[in-house]
């Protein structure tokens, strides 16, 4: 897929260059030593662009500081605002960051005024050659695209056209578009969609890969391989984020295997092996290309690993493939300044308390943004609600709120576990 270039202060995204790594700070935002110092931290590790969350004026001006403060010591990898539910906190952020990024489900809840308030944006971002990211997440389209196409990949392709439709008319080419899903097989289908619909229409914007909410350790890890190596493989695809529920710096370290997706590497511990893996088997497990009943188990092969270790490994592949479901899912968002409790810790006990759970999805979300629209996929979910308390939900709807924290996964596992009587 051949795209145009877009600048995000000095990093180069499309237009042939080399794919980008980025990924996201999971600290709050005002925390501003924090915030720093983990830039520092992912930035040695190899990050291209780093976001943070920025929810509101309070957030601009913190990140503005960020700013200077990397700047101060040698340190211009580009920032990215990601904002949700207000345009005028895009345009201010607009002035601060070297790209934005903007979610077409939340910019505006009127559709009505979209090219209005896309005006003034794009008005700021020429001034300050700040460039955008129209970001589309499965389970948070807007109403009218819902109504019409339902929560699809085409509804996610049709979500993101009417974006840079308007970007096209109103002659904003510093664009980048995302299609993420936690649902490996709607990201990939509704990326190749958006691929041929951009050619059909004379486009050529940059695409951000990223398999959302793909959750932590070997799980997460070969969902995300899984989606963004097959696109990556046909050619779709110029920078991409692995979204795990771990510390920024593992998304690098994990994401920079992807760079070496040309050929199998040489597999000498099991991060390589899920690269290589997802190499070789992804695109034909879930494309249904390959019958996955007929090969032998195991059927990848690794000197580090026993027969039963690596038929575990292959099971897990094929749970990342939606090939088979032989254990509980997991969709958990990888934490950012919005989240309210500690994600890592909470997502390890609600494992171990669910272990023995097969075939059940669970969401567990930092937060109302990655909440209730985008874990759905899932059958039980988890989402703080701040203060201490968290609200648990069957499929979209809440069923229990304000529960405190210490009591929480308890009280999720006896909700899961009184629906399956």
Request: glycine share 8%; net charge negative; charged share 25%.
């Amino acid at each position: 897929m051949k795209t145009h270039t877009v600048y995000a202060g000095k990093l180069a995204i499309g237009g042939g260059t080399p794919v980008s790594v980025q990924t996201m700070c999971n600290t709050d935002t005002l925390d501003i030593e924090a915030s720093v110092a983990q830039c520092i931290l992912v930035a040695g590790e190899g990050a291209q662009l780093i976001r943070l969350t920025t929810q509101g004026p309070a957030q601009v001006k913190a990140l503005s500081v960020i700013k200077e403060r990397l700047h101060a010591q040698g340190i211009d990898v580009p920032l990215v605002a990601d904002v949700h539910f207000s345009a005028s906190t895009a345009m201010e952020a607009a002035r601060v960051a070297e790209k934005v990024r903007i979610n077409p489900g939340n910019f505006s809840r009127d559709f009505s005024r979209v090219k209005e308030l896309l005006i003034q944006l794009f008005e700021i971002c020429r001034e300050n050659k700040t460039c955008l990211r129209i970001g589309v997440n499965h389970g948070s389209l807007p109403p009218h695209i819902l109504e019409t196409y339902g929560n699809s990949p085409e509804g996610m392709c049709r979500a993101a056209m009417e974006y840079l439709e308007l970007c096209r008319e109103l002659d904003f080419s510093d664009v980048v578009v995302s299609l993420k899903s936690s649902n490996t097989r709607v990201m990939v289908q509704a990326n190749r969609m958006l691929a041929e619909r951009m050619e059909e229409a004379g486009m050529s914007y940059p695409v951000h890969l990223g398999v959302t909410e793909s959750g932590s350790d070997r799980q997460g890890r070969l969902k995300s391989a899984a989606g963004i190596i097959t696109l990556l493989k046909e050619g779709i695809g110029d920078t991409f984020r692995v979204s795990l529920t771990e510390a920024p710096e593992e998304e690098i370290r994990f994401g920079k295997l992807f760079l070496s997706v040309k050929e199998e590497i040489r597999s000498e511990n099991w991060d390589e092996l899920i690269v290589s893996a997802c190499h070789r088997w992804a695109p034909g497990l879930l494309d249904g290309i390959i019958d996955w009943k007929t090969l032998p188990m195991p059927f990848v092969q690794a000197s580090f690993g026993t027969e039963e270790e690596l038929k575990d490994f292959c099971m897990d592949l094929l749970q990342a493939t939606r090939c088979v479901f032989t254990k509980p899912e997991y969709i958990s968002c990888p934490g950012c300044g919005r989240t309210k409790f500690n994600l890592e810790e909470t997502v390890r006990s609600v494992k171990k308390a669910t272990a023995h759970l097969k075939g059940c999805t669970i969401a567990i979300m930092g937060c109302i943004v990655n909440g209730p629209g985008e874990m759905a996929d899932a059958q039980y979910g988890y989402v703080g609600e701040g203060n201490g308390k968290i609200t648990l939900y069957k499929g979209k709807t809440p069923v229990i709120r304000g529960i405190p924290q210490e009591e929480a996964v308890e009280r999720l596992l006896e909700l899961i576990e009184s629906q399956q009587k």
